[in-house]
Nanobody
């Protein structure tokens, strides 16, 4: 069990940037991969990005690749999501999640056992 708290969301103009943070406590942070998901109003949860335990590998959903960057700092028990060139369709609640075991598909929410409460990102046109 790990407790996750997202922060950094807010309102931003299209084309702007935000940096989301997810602070972890409890279980050793480096023991699991981390992911970001988002859910827009009236839409299904969508995979955004994931990063391996040591940060050597990262994965992105097609809709954000090239614009978003995931990173982690195990010494700070924190995972980040740098969001650049934001678009109105990026508006959603963003959740970080922890995957304690290796998965064949980190794009699935089923790979993750612990979730944060989410942080709202709103992008205006």
């Amino acid at each position: 069990q790990v407790q996750l708290v997202e922060s950094g969301g807010g309102l931003v103009q299209a084309g702007g940037s935000l940096r989301l943070s997810c602070a972890a406590s409890g279980r050793t942070f480096s023991g699991y991969a981390m992911g970001w998901f988002r859910q827009a109003a009236g839409k299904e949860r969508e995979f955004v990005a994931a990063i391996s335990r040591l940060g050597m590998n990262s994965y992105y959903g097609d809709s954000v690749k090239g614009r978003f960057t995931i990173g982690r700092d195990n010494a700070k028990n924190t995972v980040y999501l740098q969001m650049n060139n934001l678009k109105p369709e990026d508006t959603a609640v963003y959740y970080c999640a922890a995957a304690p075991w290796r998965s064949q598909w980190y794009g699935s929410s089923d790979a993750y056992t612990d979730w944060g409460q989410g942080t709202q990102v709103t992008v205006s046109s």
